[in-house]
């Protein structure tokens, strides 16, 4: 699904990603873990195409297209998502006219008709439930006034309804009590299919508990030091990141 | 990745920017008694608003024009430079639209205002009797018989002046007299037409009754007057839409609207004024300086003003509303767009001299390019208003770091029970809003329709839905290389 090789990149002029080798596989759920500043948020800004951040060296494949070289917009076309950390509010717009219009760039993208209203609605419908998203969260202006919690449900509910073959998910965590984050993975969990993947950021291994990772990687220092299985994630839990620290200070 | 998608935008035109090939009856420029005398003779006036229009130019004449009271300069106007009348050559009174120079429907055909009767009727959507003023002319008023039946009268400013002399010399000049301000004296003595609407008493007017105005010749200034009068118990709503071609010079619309409302009558008068703005440097483009003023003469009467504002290089307008009657209600809101080196200065007047008197404000203004829009408001609440209420909110958007965005409300209290509120915000179009649009496949130019149209919302929601929906699209094409 998407190759990642050897990705660097910077931010005004300060390298932050310095050498990325990554594949994820249809069907596969990938963890990256890493202390702050190690460059995680980098690594999902710099594949949904965020400006301000330079890629330098690398390329990175998405379905056999070249990422790097499409405006953002066409990158969310082609199907990559990301689940803001921090989901932006838009006053006055509403999720639902939002969505419509977001969908329908996309489906215009693929040469396809606009999304009968009926259909939009009745997906809308069977897609709140799937993160309990009250039905008037949809009606209300773009993350407006919600609380953490709303707004990180709301960035999976535009997941599934927008339905990505490729997501970033960039510490939907963070902020979350332990009821939000269960109905998050869950919501999630019920998305995942044999031809989608996701990619998870995270701090702390606490979300890996509800959303399985078929790989854990370790991200320090703007490279991934460590890959396993999800018994990594749980090892990293036990022992903190100083000993990744440690192994891999750069002199 | 933002500024070259806009960058490519701000090239596109100002797509009402075509003139008509039309034989005109052009006056030559410049103004004196005896242009007005032969303008008056012209439209075949009686000797009562001849005499009003050398009342209103002597009084003029002893006018200074105002200085840079607004926040901007603007060039000196040589009023010996326009031209006071243009008419198309074809005679005005017409029997049927097969009269009308083809090339003046087409005109409006164009503007995507249809002067055809039998289109509207079958239509899916139009409910709109429209009254299509050209230059200085009104060519032709739809549905006038079917209004007619129920009594209201909706005809061009000049046909009132023939047809129904006394209601004109009742209320013209009472809302704002020729002696209110500089333009309003210019307009007194040189205004071609424009449009009259009188409700009478108990009825609901059942369709929209809208004025379209087009500037089409060079050097001429456009000098319309409106005058809406609702009677007791009666309800209109009222719309305005206005555009000219793309030229180099400046041209000045110097218009005048008044309102009445009598006893318990409601008044709704939506603008969306899209007068070309000039090109991207600045060059050319409509002065528009406009007294807009409505008179909530009766109780419980209510004038609600509702504006998009999106054209012209210079705009001065402050529609307002006096609430005389106890319990009247005045509203006004606001969608005040400028781009590139547009200039607006725009607000309102809430006059409380009446009990429980209520006026609500609501401005939005946008700034992109290196335009400058400012909201300049009075609140004046006159002793005896007894628990007269106000509530104003005026917000800026800025677009990009070359613009301007400024605020002037006035407050004057003079009455203790009177409570007024005023919240006002700036902000700023977000490349973490536009990325988040990006990310979810919106384009960056549909993203920053969504935006500005969310932020107007409040706005939007009061214009008649056919409106809305122009003054949405408008919007969006009047953002062109907004972003920085």
């Given at each position: 699904m998407i190759t990642i090789k050897n990705l660097r990149a910077s931010v005004e002029g300060k390298e932050i990603l310095k050498g990325i080798d990554l594949e994820i596989k249809a069907g596969e759920v990938h963890a990256i873990m890493g202390p702050n500043g190690s460059g995680k948020s980098t690594l999902s800004n710099v594949l949904a195409g965020r400006?301000?951040?330079?890629?330098?060296e690398g390329e990175v494949t998405f379905n056999g297209k070249n990422l790097l070289e499409l405006a953002p917009e066409d990158r969310a076309r082609e199907g990559v998502f990301l689940a803001f950390q921090y989901p932006v509010e838009i006053p006055g717009v509403s999720n639902i006219n939002f969505l419509k219009t977001a969908i329908n760039e996309t489906r215009e993208y693929k040469g396809q008709a606009p999304m009968e209203a009926k259909d939009f609605l009745a997906l809308v419908k069977e897609k709140q439930h799937l993160v309990e998203l009250d039905g008037k969260l949809a009606n209300r202006s773009v993350n407006e006034g919600f609380s953490g919690g709303e707004k990180k449900r709301n960035e999976i509910f535009q997941m599934a309804m927008l339905n990505p073959s490729f997501s970033i998910l960039d510490e939907t965590d963070s902020g979350l009590d332990i009821d939000a984050l269960k109905i998050v993975a869950s919501g999630v969990n019920k998305l995942r299919t044999k031809d989608n993947a996701f990619l998870v950021i995270t701090h702390y291994q606490r979300l890996l508990d509800y959303i399985i990772p078929d790989f854990v990687h370790v991200l320090y220092n703007g490279k991934i030091v460590k890959s396993g299985g999800k018994e990594l994630a749980l090892e990293l839990e036990e022992k903190g990141y100083d000993e990744i620290k440690k192994q891999f200070e750069t002199v | 990745m933002a500024n070259e998608i806009l960058e490519e935008h701000i090239n596109s035109e100002y797509k009402w920017g075509f003139t008509t090939d039309i034989e005109s009856d052009t006056f030559k420029k410049g103004l004196n008694e005896d242009v007005i005398r032969l303008l008056s003779h012209k439209k075949n006036e009686p000797e009562w608003m001849l005499e009003f229009r050398l009342k209103s130019y002597r009084y003029w004449l002893t006018m200074k024009e105002p200085s840079n009271w607004a926040y901007f300069p603007y060039p000196k106007i040589d009023f010996q430079e326009i031209s006071y009348y243009s008419a198309p050559k074809v005679k005005p009174e017409l029997a049927s639209l097969d009269e009308v120079d083809p090339e003046l429907l087409k005109t409006f055909e164009k503007l995507g205002i249809s002067l055809e009767e039998q289109k509207r009727l079958t239509g899916v959507s139009s409910n709109i009797a429209v009254d299509a003023v050209f230059d200085s002319i009104s060519v032709k008023t739809t549905f006038r018989e079917t209004l007619a039946e129920k009594g209201i009268i909706f005809c061009s400013f000049s046909e009132a002046v023939q047809e129904h002399p006394d209601l004109i010399k009742k209320y013209m000049g009472m809302v704002v007299p020729y002696t209110d301000n500089y333009y309003a004296a210019l307009n007194g003595a040189v205004f071609s037409d424009g449009s009259f609407c009188y409700i009478p008493k108990g009825v609901r007017c059942p369709m929209e009754l809208s004025t379209y105005f087009r500037i089409n010749s060079s050097g001429t200034g456009q000098f319309e007057r409106t005058l809406i009068v609702a009677d007791e118990e009666s309800y209109v709503s009222y719309l305005e839409g206005c555009t000219a071609p793309q030229r180099d010079e400046n041209q000045l619309h110097a218009a005048i609207v008044e309102i009445i409302a009598h006893k318990n009558a409601e008044v709704k008068y939506s603008t969306v004024q899209n007068w070309y703005p000039g090109d991207k440097n600045g060059v050319g483009g409509i002065f528009n300086f406009v007294t807009k003023r409505g008179l909530c003469v009766g109780d419980y009467s209510k004038i609600s003003w509702t504006q998009v504002e999106t054209g012209s290089a210079i705009t001065w307008k402050y529609p307002s509303v006096i609430l005389k009657g106890d319990n009247s209600v005045g509203e006004f809101y606001s969608v005040a767009l400028t781009n590139n080196h547009q200039q607006a200065d725009t607000g309102t007047k809430m006059i409380h001299l009446g009990k429980n008197t209520k006026s609500t404000i609501i401005s939005k203004g946008i700034s992109a390019g290196v335009s400058n829009n400012s909201y300049r408001g009075l609140v004046q609440i006159k002793k005896g208003a007894v628990n007269a209420r106000n509530f104003s909110q005026c917000d800026s958007l800025l677009m990009g770091d070359k613009c301007g965005a400024h605020t002037f409300p006035y407050i004057e209290i003079k009455d203790k029970t009177a409570v007024v509120e005023h919240e006002a915000t700036t902000s700023k179009i977000g490349e973490d809003q536009l990325f988040y649009c990006n990310q979810r496949g919106i384009s960056t130019e549909k993203a920053i329709g969504l935006i500005v149209n969310g932020y107007c919302r409040e706005v939007l929601n009061k214009l008649p839905m056919e409106f809305a929906i122009e003054a949405q699209k408008l919007l969006a094409i009047s953002l062109e290389g907004s972003v920085g």
């Open positions: 400006a301000d951040y330079e890629v330098t | -």
